[in-house]
Structures are given as C-alpha cells and as structure tokens.
C-alpha cells in the first residue's frame, strides 16, 4: 500500500505542479511548466525510493518527448556527456584494483606508517580511508576498511580480531565485545572504537571530495558546467580546489573525534601504557602476508598511474606536442582529455594479460579485466548522471533557469560568504534524507540558475555545491558510507548523530570560507585578481573562478565573458 502511494505521489505532484506553473498559474510557457513538472516528480521519486534511481533518471526520455518538450535526440543527448565517459573509465579502473587487491595494500601501507599510539592509528585509519576515497567509490572505501579497522580495534582491546580479509558480512564485525577489566581501560577502549569507526564513514566521504572520480556530485556539478556554461572541467583543476579542502576536513575529522567528542591519548593502544596492543602487529603481518606486487598487480599500477599522468599533465603534454584543435574563439583546444584518458586506461585493463604466456606454449591467461567482471560496476549511476543533465538541460532550453534566477533575487547584494552558508547549509541538511546523488542531479540546474541570477560565478557556487552534499554526516541513511559503519552493530545511532551533528556545520564552514577565501583562478597558472578588483583578468584556462571576496553581490548580471567558454576549469 505504501509503495504504491509513493509510486503516485511523483506523478500526481509533477501534475500539480505542471497546472500551477502553466500560463493559467504562474504564467510560465507550456514547455517550462512540463519541465518544472518533471523535475517535481523526479524529485518526489528521489526522495521516497519509490523506484530506482537510475529508472527515475530515465524519465525524462519518456515524458518530455510525449510532452513535445524536444525530440528523442535532443533529451538522450546528455545521456551521452563526456563526463559518463571519464567516470565510466574510473569505475573500470577501480574494479581492477579492487579484483587485484591493490587497495587493501594501499590501506595497510598508510597504517603502517601512521605509528602505533591511539591518535596516531585514528589518524591512520581516516586518511587511508580518504585516499582509497578519491580513487574509488565511497562505500567501497569503507567496506574495504572496516574489517581493517575493526582488527585494530580488536587488537587494542587486547583481543586477537580477524584479519583484515574478514569482515561485518563474513561472521560479525570483527570489533570484540569484551573490553578490558578496569574502567578507565573501558572508556579507553570505547572511544578508541569509536574514533575509528567514526573515522572510516567520515573519511570516505570526505575523500571522495578530493577528484572528479571520487563520488558522483562531482562529476554531476562538473557535467552541469560544461552543459550550461561550455566550462570544461579539468581533473587537475578540480583537485587544486578540492584537495586542499578536504585535507582541511580530514584533519578537522581526526580533531573532533579524538580530542573532542571521544578523546584518546597519545601513548600507545591497548591499555595505554606502551606497547603496540596488538594493533600494529597486526597490520604489519597482514602487510608481510600480501607478498611482493604480481605482475597482475604491477600491470593495473601501471594503467592506473597512466591515467593520473595523463589526468595531470595532459592538456600541457597536448599543447606540447601539438595535439590541439581549434576551439572556441579560435583558441588551440587539447585533444588529450580528462575522459580520453580514462577510457584509453579502461581499454589497456581488457587487453594486458594478468601475466605473460610461459615459452611451453601455454594458453594466455585471463586480463587484468574482464567483461564479466566490468559488468559488476555501478552502470545505474552512469545513467543517473544522464538523467539529471538531461533535465537540467530540459530546464535550461525552456527557461526555468534563468526564471528560477530571477527568483533568488532577495539574496542579491548578500555578501556571497552568506549565499554559501546558506546554501551549503540547506544541501548539507537534505543530503541526510536524500541520496546525495540524486540531491546534487535536482539542485545543480537550480544553484547554476541562481549563480547567474545572483552575479556570481556558476564554478564558484556549483563547486562546492558538489562538496556541501558529501557532509552527510549524521544519519545512518545519509549515504553508504555511514550504512556500512553502522550495519557493524558497535556504533549507536545516537554516536552516529551527536559526531554528524557536530562535524557536518563545521564542514560547511570550513568549505564556504576556503571557497570564498580561494583565489580566482587557484587552478590556472596566472591567478587572475579577485572578480571586481581593478585590472581582473578573465578567468585563464584551467581557471576555477571564486566567489567575490570583497563588498556584496553585483546587482546587475554575471560579468561579460563569465561562464563562456573562455575558460577549462
């Protein structure tokens, strides 16, 4: 009964709001009533799951043609945007990491090098839980470290855990119910526990801010720029911005779990008195019993840091070699991109063997990928991005967008630190009830449309749009990331929302402030000076534009040039 009333509510609202948008209601046209209606059931299907979210994403190739909002091909072009291509590679790229067992070294190898005192293996367990993060997907990361974590834990507690190939799934969690006898020794144990739990959710959703491969607001805020501002968005020129960002959220992470909510001391785990408690041991001979790399292993090394060069330096090795075509205005444009380089690693994983055939002739062996292990990706999430450009797109052509700009104009002449605080606070809030996807799909169009309206940059404001969804810090539900910490049966949910509750504003803060305090143009090499100071330049290519950081809004519309295609972020 109550699927079937959630099945109707995305319909039955997205009429409504067709009827009270249309030239009877609001005055808006045919065509932007069906998309304001679309997006309202769109949205209504996000929220209450009531189907898939990639099958909700396919709506707009459905209704919008039957409404004479554009043909087929118009509407499915954005299925087909360059970013599905770079994220599509990505996920290729993290299955065969993930089949070769390249980030569970990775994981123990950051262990290893944290040191063996309590604050240190938090530490530790937080940043390796971010650095698998940026690579691969956030949930991912976690269920990864979790076990990991969990036999740090059991070690500490003087127990001996599983190793770190068992897991919440494979016969409990592997965090030991037992705790030492003396309780100071107890309430030792209890928040050294929770501190690494704690630290695994935040960390992998906090490090999937960090590139545009790392969690899929990213690329969604990224495909909206290039779709509604012919901005190109480089791999190099989001990490320049987001990385520095989220160490400073990582090391605010480690702060307020183990010197604040749940304070651990500076001696050693595992009755804090010296000694590694087990915890280190551990890791070390789960480190000895992984071997040297195989040629499997060296091979997807190979591919993957083919990809990060490429991602890097690419556009400069284009330029540098004369791999360029003309752009827009007639500017040399790289031919070497961001999704090229993706797939082109993509395609190495299905042709390399996992090793070389032996002189006896032996038959060559399995690749370092195969298609049956490629089909495991997450290819719903490919189409969930289609879906949300192709309504924003919708919403663009029929002028939503820019109506819906109109709109936010109580908010001109705010300063714009105070439009990040308020947005950020308002996505961060949502993103605990509403997969942060599928929040990040519906509000794009709207942020981008408000951006313009409010004459700022649209980088400056969808950017860390991409950042404010990832603070879903208080609910189990909020995002995969706290579900799998969660479903480990030794963190409370009231754990869960008092350190979410704490740390998410903090996030917020901390990403509105390093936002408005960056510089326009961090990502380009000539730090162009702030929008609206005398003699500032448009943004240089690779450019990602800041919000204004002196006086308020400009009252009248986004400066000339800003958005166009002048710039690649």
Same mark, same amino acid.
Do not use: K
């Given at each position: 009964?109550?699927?079937?009333?959630?099945?109707?509510?995305g319909?039955?609202?997205?009429?409504?709001?067709?009827?009270?948008?249309?030239? #009877? %209601?609001? /005055?808006? +046209?045919?065509?932007?009533?069906? *998309?304001? @209606?679309? =997006?309202?059931?769109? &949205?209504?299907?996000?929220?209450?799951?009531?189907?898939?979210?990639?099958v909700?994403?396919?709506?707009?190739?459905?209704?919008?043609?039957?409404?004479?909002?554009?043909?087929?091909?118009?509407?499915?072009?954005?299925?087909?945007?360059?970013?599905?291509?770079?994220?599509?590679?990505?996920?290729?790229?993290?299955?065969?990491?993930?089949?070769w067992?390249?980030?569970?070294?990775?994981?123990?190898?950051?262990?290893?090098?944290?040191?063996?005192?309590p604050?240190?293996?938090?530490?530790?367990?937080?940043?390796?839980?971010?650095?698998?993060?940026?690579?691969?997907?956030?949930?991912?990361?976690?269920?990864?470290?979790?076990?990991?974590?969990?036999?740090?834990?059991?070690?500490?507690?003087?127990?001996?855990g599983?190793?770190?190939? #068992? %897991?919440? /799934?494979? +016969?409990?969690?592997g965090?030991? *119910?037992? @705790?030492? =006898?003396?309780?100071? &020794?107890?309430?030792?144990?209890?928040?050294?526990?929770?501190?690494?739990?704690?630290?695994?959710?935040?960390?992998?959703?906090?490090?999937?801010?960090?590139?545009?491969?790392?969690?899929?607001?990213?690329a969604?805020?990224?495909?909206?720029?290039?779709?509604?501002?012919?901005?190109?968005?480089?791999?190099?020129?989001?990490?320049?911005?987001?990385?520095?960002?989220?160490?400073?959220?990582?090391?605010?992470?480690?702060?307020?779990?183990?010197?604040?909510?749940?304070?651990?001391?500076r001696?050693?785990?595992?009755g804090?008195?010296?000694?590694?408690?087990?915890g280190?041991?551990?890791?070390?001979?789960?480190?000895?019993?992984?071997?040297?790399?195989?040629?499997?292993?060296?091979?997807?090394?190979?591919?993957?840091?083919?990809?990060?060069?490429?991602?890097?330096?690419?556009?400069?090795?284009?330029?540098?070699?004369?791999?360029?075509?003309?752009?827009?205005?007639?500017?040399?444009?790289?031919?070497?991109?961001?999704?090229?380089?993706?797939?082109?690693?993509?395609?190495?994983?299905?042709?390399?063997?996992?090793?070389?055939?032996?002189?006896?002739?032996?038959?060559?062996?399995?690749?370092?990928?195969?298609?049956?292990?490629?089909?495991?990706?997450?290819?719903g999430?490919?189409?969930?991005?289609?879906?949300g450009?192709?309504?924003?797109?919708?919403?663009?052509?029929?002028g939503?967008?820019?109506?819906?700009?109109?709109?936010?104009?109580?908010?001109?002449?705010?300063?714009?630190?105070?439009?990040l605080?308020?947005?950020?606070?308002?996505?961060?809030?949502?993103?605990?009830?509403?997969?942060n996807?599928?929040l990040?799909?519906?509000?794009?169009?709207?942020?981008?449309?408000?951006?313009?309206?409010?004459?700022?940059?649209?980088?400056?404001?969808?950017?860390p749009?991409?950042?404010?969804?990832?603070?879903?810090?208080?609910?189990?539900?909020?995002?995969?990331?706290?579900?799998?910490?969660?479903?480990?049966?030794?963190?409370?949910?009231?754990?869960?929302?008092?350190?979410g509750?704490?740390?998410?504003?903090?996030a917020?803060?901390?990403?509105?402030?390093?936002?408005?305090?960056?510089p326009?143009?961090?990502?380009?090499?000539?730090?162009?000076?702030?929008?609206g100071?005398?003699?500032?330049?448009?943004?240089?290519?690779?450019?990602?534009?800041?919000?204004?950081?002196?006086?308020?809004?400009?009252?009248?519309?986004?400066?000339?040039?800003?958005?166009?295609?002048?710039?690649?972020?």
């Open positions: 009964m109550r699927a079937g009333v959630a099945l109707a509510a319909p039955a609202l997205g009429v409504t709001a067709r009827l009270a948008c249309g030239p #009877a %209601g609001a /005055g808006l +046209g045919a065509d932007a009533a069906w *998309a304001v @209606g679309l =997006a309202v059931w769109m &949205a209504a299907w996000w929220i209450n799951a009531a189907a898939p979210l990639a909700t994403a396919l709506l707009p190739l459905v209704v919008l043609p039957l409404a004479g909002v554009g043909g087929m091909a118009e509407n499915a072009r954005a299925y087909s945007s360059p970013v599905i291509g770079l994220f599509m590679g990505g996920f290729m790229l993290q299955a065969a990491v993930e089949r067992g390249l980030h569970r070294r990775v994981a123990l190898g950051v262990l290893l090098l944290a040191g063996p005192s604050r240190a293996q938090v530490g530790g367990v937080i940043a390796s839980t971010a650095l698998l993060s940026m690579w691969m997907s956030n949930a991912a990361a976690a269920a990864l470290m979790m076990p990991i974590g969990a036999s740090i834990v059991a070690a500490a507690r003087g127990r001996a599983p190793g770190p190939g #068992a %897991g919440p /799934g494979a +016969g409990g969690s965090v030991d *119910a037992a @705790g030492p =006898a003396t309780p100071q &020794a107890q309430a030792r144990a209890a928040n050294f526990q929770a501190c690494v739990l704690l630290g695994v959710a935040f960390g992998a959703s906090i490090g999937g801010m960090g590139t545009p491969v790392g969690t899929p607001p990213n969604l805020v990224i495909g909206q720029l290039r779709e509604a501002h012919s901005v190109d968005v480089s791999f190099l020129a989001w990490a320049l911005y987001a990385v520095p960002i989220m160490l400073a959220l990582l090391g605010l992470t480690w702060a307020v779990l183990c010197l604040w909510l749940h304070p651990v001391g001696s050693a785990s595992g804090g008195d010296g000694g590694d408690g087990g280190r041991g551990q890791t070390r001979a789960a480190w000895r019993a992984l071997g040297p790399l195989s040629a499997a292993q060296w091979g997807v090394v190979g591919c993957v840091g083919l990809a990060v060069v490429g991602w890097l330096a690419g556009p400069a090795l284009a330029h540098a070699v004369g791999l360029t075509s003309p752009g827009p205005g007639g500017a040399p444009r790289p031919r070497i991109t961001d999704e090229g380089v993706a797939l082109t690693a993509a395609v190495l994983l299905f042709v390399i063997p996992a090793r070389w055939p032996s002189p006896t002739g032996e038959p060559v062996p399995t690749r370092l990928l195969t298609w049956e292990q490629a089909q495991s990706i997450p290819w999430v490919l189409v969930l991005f289609g879906g450009l192709s309504l924003a797109d919708a919403m663009d052509r029929t939503v967008t820019a109506a819906l700009g109109e709109q936010l104009g109580a908010l001109r002449g705010a300063p714009p630190l105070v439009v605080l308020v947005v950020g606070a308002a996505v961060s809030l949502v993103s605990n009830v509403m997969s996807t599928a990040t799909a519906a509000m794009a169009p709207v942020v981008s449309a408000g951006a313009v309206g409010l004459g700022m940059e649209p980088a400056a404001l969808l950017a749009l991409a950042l404010f969804a990832s603070t879903c810090f208080v609910l189990p539900s909020g995002t995969p990331p706290n579900a799998v910490v969660f479903s480990s049966g030794h963190l409370r949910i009231s754990q869960l929302a008092r350190a509750g704490v740390l998410a504003p903090l917020v803060a901390v990403i509105a402030l390093m936002t408005w305090l960056m326009p143009g961090v990502a380009s090499r000539a730090w162009p000076a702030p929008l100071a005398p003699g500032a330049a448009p943004n240089a290519p690779g450019a990602l534009p800041s919000a204004p950081r002196s006086g308020s809004i400009p009252a009248g519309p986004l400066r000339a040039g800003a958005g166009a295609s002048d710039g690649v972020l």
